[in-house]
């Protein structure tokens, strides 16, 4: 069983930055693929980014490419998103998930992932 943890989430002014941790139990942190999703108020939940398990694959959603960059840290069981040049529509609970299969194939899909943490809020000011 997988326990994800995000933390890093505040108020901000549109322009700053912000990086979210996601820490995760498990000494097999390292073979899970893991995405960062996130909802709005009256939205449903969308695709941020995805990182796969050999590290070297990544995804972004067109919304945040060039500005969101995911990344991991197998040594310290630890995913990352660094959020810059923040926009009000980033405003959202984000929400890392897990997928411990290593059987994602579709990492835009909420489906592919077994687990979810319970999120961490991001407000961005205009």
């Known amino acids: 069983q997988v326990q994800l943890v995000e933390s890093g989430g505040g108020l901000v002014q549109a322009g700053d930055s912000l990086r979210l941790s996601c820490a995760a139990s498990?000494?097999?942190?390292?073979?899970?693929?893991m995405g960062w999703f996130r909802q709005a108020p009256g939205k449903e939940r969308e695709f941020v980014a995805a990182?796969?398990?050999?590290?070297?694959?990544?995804a972004y959603a067109d919304s945040v490419k060039g500005r969101f960059t995911i990344s991991r840290d197998n040594a310290k069981n630890t995913l990352y998103l660094q959020m810059n040049s923040l926009k009000p529509e980033d405003t959202a609970v984000y929400y890392c998930?897990?997928?411990?299969?290593?059987?994602?194939?579709?990492?835009?899909?909420?489906?592919?992932?077994?687990?979810w943490g319970q999120g961490t809020q991001v407000t961005v000011s205009s």
């Open positions: 998930a897990a997928d411990v299969t290593r059987g994602l194939v579709r990492p835009r899909m909420s489906s592919e992932y077994q687990y």
């Open positions: 498990g000494r097999t942190f390292s073979n899970y693929n």
């Open positions: 990182i796969f398990w050999t590290g070297g694959i990544t």
